[in-house]
């Protein structure tokens, strides 16, 4: 059975008069997953839209200006429709819900088509940029990212690299990143090697343990099936039968990425991600990644995806902080 044909068997929109609607979800599971704890979702999407929604039974009204309950019910069709991808609905999800309809964007299954499947849970591309990206990442040997933080470049990546090697399609993840400190001096660290890089990977562990568990990773970490490599480390290897992620690479000068992007071996993905706006070098000029884009980008073998603002799927706070950086950049340049 098709997702449409569940969608339809699902959902009731009645139409009231033209500043309300009525909306009945006739899966009791997937109507409160739609609402929420405390009907938080409910009250932000009300505010998303600008509208007054009330909820009682499996019923849930709308009211409000006829364009913002088109949306509303767009809205709806698309959380449904995620509902039944992934059993859940997540806070994201109800930005992204509006955010879709807003911009003109259809909110049906094609807004789902790059699904990576993981033991926890099921990731969905949240725009168009991070759809595209997914399928670089499946379909290219070497893809590299660039845009601002919460954009998804580090996520997406670990979901595709540990899912392959779930599949047994590799042997190894390795993860790897420039060592060097966001701003501050961090001193001596002590332990052995891993637990001096640890730190440094924190949100590349993040998101192993929110998508596979603490206890899989930790022990895959162990077997070496998911290794941990400070770049300055990877010279002189051949990566083969592996998934390899540079993470931070606009601290890495254009040599260390030449030198990852080297690597490369028999039936392995490489994937350099970096975010040219948060360079923490002394010398912001040594940074690689820019250049190392502009020097590669007419190899058509290397996908090469460049995300903004408005593929954030963070709080939408973050979205707006990082454009109003980017007004105060332009500014002082000007």
Do not use: W
């Not at 590349?204 to 400070?230: C, M, N, R, W």
């Not at 975010?275 to 190899?299: A, F």
């Amino acid at each position: 059975m098709s997702e449409i044909s569940k969608l339809d068997q699902n959902l009731i929109i009645k139409k009231i008069d033209n500043e309300t609607v009525n909306v009945q979800i006739t899966n009791n599971e997937m109507l409160m997953s739609i609402v929420g704890q405390f009907d938080q979702n409910l009250k932000e999407l009300s505010k998303l839209t600008d509208t007054n929604i009330f909820f009682r039974g499996n019923s849930i009204t709308c009211k409000g200006k006829r364009e913002d309950i088109s949306v509303f019910c767009e809205a709806i069709k698309f959380l449904i429709n995620k509902y039944f991808l992934t059993k859940v609905i997540e806070k994201e999800d109800i930005v992204l819900s509006v955010k879709k309809n807003i911009e003109f964007e259809k909110s049906n299954i094609k807004t789902f088509k790059q699904l990576i499947k993981t033991p926890r849970k099921s990731v969905i591309a949240r725009s168009e940029k991070q759809s595209e990206y997914i399928k670089a990442l499946k379909e290219n040997d070497i893809t590299m990212s660039l845009g601002p933080a919460g954009t998804g470049k580090s996520f997406l990546a670990v979901s595709v690299a540990v899912t392959l090697l779930m599949e047994k399609k590799i042997e190894r993840v390795i993860l790897s990143r420039p060592a060097v400190e966001a701003g501050e001096k961090l001193g001596f660290l002590p332990g052995d090697m891993k637990e001096k890089v640890d730190p440094y990977l924190r949100p590349l562990y993040d998101a192993l343990y929110e998508l596979f568990g603490a206890e899989k990773i930790d022990k895959k970490i162990e077997t070496g099936e998911i290794e941990i490599a400070p770049l300055a480390f990877m010279r002189g290897r051949t990566l083969k039968n592996c998934f390899a992620i540079l993470d931070e690479a606009q601290n890495a000068t254009e040599t260390q990425i030449k030198m990852f992007l080297t690597r490369i071996g028999e039936n392995s993905k490489l994937v350099v991600n970096g975010d040219p706006s948060q360079i923490d070098l002394i010398n912001k000029s040594q940074s690689g990644l820019i250049k190392s884009r502009n020097i590669l980008e007419d190899l058509k073998e290397i996908k090469i995806i460049e995300f903004d603002h408005t593929d954030v799927v963070r709080h939408p706070l973050v979205s707006k902080i990082i454009r109003a950086y980017q007004k105060k950049s332009t500014d002082d340049k000007n």
